[in-house]
C-alpha cells in the first residue's frame, strides 16, 4: 500500500482516512513549517509514493525532485500557489487541493474583521485593558453603521459570494463588486451591481473586501495608487493572499488616514510582519486563522484524503488542480 508523507500534523479525522485503507503514513514530528533542507532531507528519507502538503511549504521542482517516485501532492489548502506547476506538469505529477469546506468560516472571519474594525471593538479592548477606560464619553471611539452602507467585493467567488450574503441580509448593507467574470446568478441573489474595474469598487465602496487568488496579475493588486482612490472613511479587509496588498503602501495609507482602517488574516511576508504595521491603532491583524473551525480543518483533512485515496484506487480525485 502507498507510503506517504506529510509535511505537518493534520486533524486526525484525514489521517485515521487514510491508515484505514492501508495507507502508511510519516508525519512530520516538528509543529511548525519544515525548513527548505528539512523537507528535502525528509523527502529523500525513503521512496515515497505521494506527499500530503501545507499552504506554508514552498513545492517546487527541486522538492519534486527530492521525491521522484511520488507521483501525487494533496495540498491541504484551497489556495496552491505555493506549488509551482509547471515544474509539476513537467514531471507529470497530480496536484490536488480542498476546496469549497472553508468558504462559510472564512465569510464569517470576514464578516467580524469587518464588524471588529468598524465599530473600533479591538481598539476599545486594548484601552481598557490598558486602564485608560475612565467611564463614558459621548466622542470616545466613534465608528461607523453598516446599514445602508457600501460593501466592494474584489473576487466574487465562494468566499466573496459568500461575504456578500451575509453582508447584505444580515446587515442591509448594498453590495459592489469586480470579478473578471459578471455573475448573474450573485446579482440575482444578492442585489449586487457589477463594476467594470476594481477601481471603480475602490471608489465607490464603504468597506473593501480582497477575495482574489494570488496571480502575477493580483500581486499588489491593493498599491499605494489605488489606496488613494478609497474613501478616507472607507475600510479595507483581507483574507486571501498577503502579496495581494502591498504592505508598506498599506501602512503609510493607515498613518496619513488615506482610509480609515484595515483589518487582515495575511501577509506579504508571512509570518514575518512588515516594520511599523503592529504600531498602528487602526488596524486589526489576526494570525491567518479565517478557516480555523474544527469543522472546517477537519473537513479539509477529509478532502485531502478522499484525493489520495481515489489516485491510488485508479480514480480521478475529486479535487485535481487544472494544470
Not at 267 to 290: K, M, Q, R, S
Amino acid at each position: 500500500m502507498p507510503t506517504i508523507y506529510v509535511t505537518r500534523r493534520i486533524p486526525e479525522l484525514g489521517l485515521s482516512m487514510l491508515r484505514e485503507k492501508g495507507f502508511t503514513l510519516d508525519i512530520s514530528e516538528k509543529d511548525g513549517v519544515l525548513t527548505k533542507e528539512e523537507l528535502l532531507g525528509a523527502l529523500r528519507a525513503k521512496p515515497y509514493d505521494g506527499v500530503l502538503s501545507l499552504l506554508t511549504d514552498t513545492i517546487n521542482g527541486e522538492v519534486f525532485d527530492a521525491v521522484p517516485t511520488a507521483k501525487i501532492f494533496a495540498n491541504y489548502a484551497v489556495g496552491f500557489n505555493n506549488i509551482n506547476l509547471p515544474d509539476a506538469k513537467e514531471r507529470g505529477i497530480m496536484i490536488t487541493n480542498t476546496p469549497g469546506t472553508l468558504t462559510n468560516t472564512v465569510a464569517e472571519h470576514t464578516m467580524a474583521l469587518i464588524l471588529a474594525a468598524v465599530t473600533r471593538t479591538v481598539e476599545g479592548d486594548r484601552l481598557t485593558r490598558a486602564g485608560k477606560y475612565k467611564g463614558w464619553g459621548p466622542m470616545m471611539l466613534l465608528g461607523m453603521d453598516l446599514a445602508g452602507k457600501t460593501l466592494g467585493i474584489l473576487g466574487a467567488g465562494r468566499i466573496g459570494s459568500r461575504l456578500a450574503y451575509h453582508a447584505k441580509k444580515g446587515f442591509d448593507m448594498d453590495i459592489i463588486y469586480y470579478d473578471v467574470k459578471q455573475n448573474l446568478d450573485f446579482e440575482r441573489e444578492t442585489g449586487a451591481r457589477f463594476c467594470a474595474t476594481t477601481e471603480e469598487v475602490l471608489r465607490d465602496a464603504d468597506v473593501v473586501s480582497v477575495h482574489v487568488p494570488l496571480l502575477d496579475s493580483t500581486k499588489h493588486l491593493i498599491n499605494a495608487a489605488r489606496l488613494k482612490m478609497m474613501k478616507p472613511t472607507a475600510y479595507l479587509v483581507n483574507t486571501s493572499r498577503g502579496p495581494v496588498i502591498d504592505e508598506v503602501a498599506l501602512i503609510e495609507a493607515l498613518r496619513a488616514k488615506t482610509i480609515a482602517g484595515a483589518a487582515i488574516d495575511v501577509y506579504e511576508n508571512e509570518p514575518v510582519l512588515t516594520l511599523g504595521l503592529t504600531e498602528l491603532e487602526n488596524v486589526i491583524i489576526t494570525p491567518h486563522i479565517a478557516s480555523a473551525s474544527v469543522p472546517t480543518r477537519d473537513g479539509m483533512a477529509k478532502l485531502a484524503a478522499d484525493n489520495l485515496i481515489a489516485f491510488f484506487a485508479g480514480e480521478t480525485p475529486p479535487n485535481v488542480v487544472p494544470m
